[in-house]
């Protein structure tokens, strides 16, 4: 008993000790770079944080604690130039150019990498990844000082970053100075030996990160593509390709190249392929294939494995994440029990981190802790995603608050308008949109559901999560777990149940590269901590949705959730799809045909990408730049629905209220700034 006790110290100790060490970060400012002008002319002279419940340190240990994302060799990212330029890719104006918030160095980030990017470990070698920050964190702009948003949308436009980051590697494999230079600098980092392994690795990263952006590019026949844009990223779509290129299967692999080759093709292919995918060593089978394909079997190969990334979100914003009983736009995910475990191991699939699955012989305890049985075959879900840290940041956002409007910053508030407006949302939004305490620490959060064909706003990203299929590879005739029992995964199967049989395999399988009986007992601890001190049980769905049936297992996604509107003033642009650029549009009508041109509408298009703010529409300006233009006649961009303050969707009871007048509308707004 008193060695127990002796070690149950030593633990607390090391643990109190460790945290604060990490937390020694407490830059005043947070790296924040204080002046400067961005891509679109906004000037700032002053960075300030509002008061979220975050100190300086808090912010820095969220910025830069990593999680397993390895996007790249750390020491590529750092001395990569531009296509055409001799400019480094990871230069402060570059990285303002996709919307990224340059940072100054500090304790915790010597190197002055954007927030959200972050040097990361992963089997004895360095690799540059994302942290939550990079998708989670904002600034708005106004007269001359940038308001820092913690756990606020990103302004960032990934997409292009990942096309320019691709362009970049090839431009430097096939420029002569530029190899040259990019060798030589690689080699002073000390990540490498010598120049032949620098070349292999950029070989790799080069065809590895250009495959990315081919298999997620937007593509449809019979409609314009969908572009993402700043703001906006199909996470779901892209988590889901990358499930799909790790559990593909040699014998499945067989049959598809079969299928889109010719037999002279086929013959050719197979005789340097064979080797691949009779090989025991059967990780990354996708990435393997590349060299022997021409790009345009690849492009056949993936339009016959992957399905388009094409229905673009809003990053949610996080205060009060911990506290919901469901997350995601469509409340996709149950944030009871485990939830939050798996929910962010899935995001890390979708942001970088290494997926070293392969089939095997028997079974191990993490295989049979996974739901996959005392099978012959069991699969190895190893990978970089670091649970531990994954844990420790949704612990973090529990302190997190939404931000209030900053009167010493932004227009004071109109109290007269401010009163009028709380009778409007009493009247007009409290039926779906609950109030909470920002700053209680037992603050719950219900999900209200909403079906889209109630709220009537763009259905892509509903329809989407449920009708993509995939092979189901080496996960063929495993079960999942749904809301209404059991799917057997046959050789296709939907793409959610995958992803969900995958993201619980990936937490049940402890980190390799610790000690054996380490790894177990922070897998435990893991584990229990996370049950046990998740208050949010399992409850179910509040509003109006069509329910899951054995018929239809995933029919409650077919809906998007209304939650409180705290902090909403931060969080442009409006709707799930980012399809509105200010709450003063969101209370006006979509234009329809028979509409007179003179009344006001929300905009068809719009500018996307600036950070300045406009505090009378409440959003960012979305005009007289050369930014992203946003159309939102596409699919997956629509702007409709949600047109209670027109008077012309439902309340939840089925009555129509009158449509606001402008002066209501702006009464009603400046009450929204109060939130």
């Avoid at 997350?327 to 699939?349: C, D, F, K, T, Y």
């Avoid at 449509?659 to 702006?666: D, I, Y």
Wanted: glycine fraction near 8%; include cysteine.
């Amino acid at each position: 008993m008193l060695i127990l006790s002796v070690l149950a110290i030593i633990w607390l100790v090391t643990g109190i000790s460790w945290r604060v060490y990490e937390l020694r970060d407490n830059d005043p400012s947070r790296g924040a770079t204080i002046n400067g002008t961005d891509k679109f002319g906004s000037q700032i002279t002053q960075t300030m944080y509002l008061d979220q419940g975050w100190s300086a340190a808090d912010s820095l240990w969220f910025y830069n604690t990593t999680q397993g994302s390895n996007l790249l060799p750390y020491s590529f990212f750092l001395v990569l130039e531009q296509p055409g330029s001799s400019a480094l890719f990871r230069s402060d104006e570059n990285i303002d150019r996709y919307g990224y918030l340059p940072q100054r160095p500090t304790i915790g980030n010597s190197d002055g990498l954007p927030v959200g990017m972050v040097r990361d470990e992963y089997q004895g070698k360095a690799f540059m990844g994302f942290t939550c920050a990079a998708c989670h964190t904002t600034q708005i702009n106004y007269a001359g000082i940038g308001i820092r948003i913690d756990g606020g949308p990103a302004n960032s436009d990934m997409e292009t970053f990942m096309i320019d980051l691709a362009e970049a590697l090839h431009a430097t494999l096939v420029t002569p100075e530029k190899l040259d230079r990019f060798v030589r600098n690689v080699l002073k980092r000390g990540h490498y030996e010598n120049a032949s392994d620098v070349l292999a690795d950029l070989k790799k990263y080069a065809q590895r990160i250009k495959t990315y952006t081919i298999i997620n590019t937007p593509r449809d026949t019979k409609r314009p593509l969908t572009r993402y844009g700043y703001a906006r990223l199909d996470a779901f779509g892209r988590i889901y390709n990358r499930v799909l290129e790790h559990i593909m299967s040699a014998q499945q692999l067989r049959e598809l190249l079969a299928e889109i080759l010719s037999p002279a093709e086929l013959a050719k292919v197979m005789t340097g392929l064979e080797q691949v995918l009779s090989s025991s060593d059967r990780d990354h089978i996708i990435e393997r294939t590349q060299a022997y394909l021409t790009d345009k079997q690849i492009i056949k190969l993936r339009n016959k494995i992957y399905n388009p990334a094409d229905a673009p979100v809003s990053y949610p914003f996080l205060w009060d994440v911990p506290q919901h009983d469901y997350i995601q736009w469509n409340g996709r995910v149950e944030n009871s029990g485990l939830g939050p475990m798996a929910r962010n191991a899935g995001q890390l699939i979708g942001v970088f981190g290494t997926l070293d699955w392969q089939e095997k012989d028997g079974f191990t305890l993490s295989s049979v802790l996974g739901g996959q049985g005392f099978g012959s075959k069991h699969v190895d879900f190893q990978s970089s995603i670091d649970i531990r840290n994954l844990r420790r940041v949704e612990n973090h956002l529990r302190k997190l608050t939404s931000p209030l409007w900053p009167e010493h910053i932004l227009p004071k508030l109109d109290n007269t308008r401010l009163t009028r407006g709380a009778e409007l949302f009493a009247q007009y939004c409290a039926s779906c949109h609950g109030q909470i305490n920002r700053s209680d620490p037992d603050r719950r959060v219900v999900a209200k559901m909403i079906s889209v064909s109630s709220v009537g706003t763009d259905s892509k990203m509903a329809a989407n999560s449920i009708e993509f299929t995939g092979y189901s590879g080496i996960l063929k005739n495993q079960y999942v777990s749904v809301s209404t029992g059991n799917i057997l995964l046959q050789s296709q199967a939907p793409a959610v149940a995958l992803l969900t049989s995958a993201t619980r395999n990936v937490v049940t399988t402890p980190d390799r590269d610790k000690w054996f009986i380490r790894r177990w007992v922070e897998r435990s601890f893991d584990f229990a901590y996370t049950f046990f001190d998740n208050e949010v049980q399992s409850s179910l769905k509040n509003g109006n949705y069509t329910p899951d049936t054995t018929a239809k297992p995933f029919a409650s996604v077919m809906a998007y959730k209304a939650r409180p509107l705290n902090g909403i003033w931060a969080t442009a642009p409006y709707l799930h799809n980012g399809s509105v650029p200010t709450l003063y549009d969101l209370l006006l009508p979509k234009r329809q045909i028979n509409d007179p041109i003179e009344a006001e509408y929300r905009p068809d298009e719009f500018m996307a990408g600036s950070r300045e703010f406009d505090p009378e529409k409440v959003g960012l300006k979305s005009a007289g730049y050369d930014g992203f233009l946003f159309r939102t006649n596409i699919w997956g961009n629509n702007n409709s629905g949600h047109e209670y303050a027109s008077g012309r969707t439902p309340q939840p009871d089925g009555t129509f209220l009158p449509a606001l007048t402008k002066e209501q509308r702006l009464d009603l707004l400046e009450y929204l700034k109060t939130l």
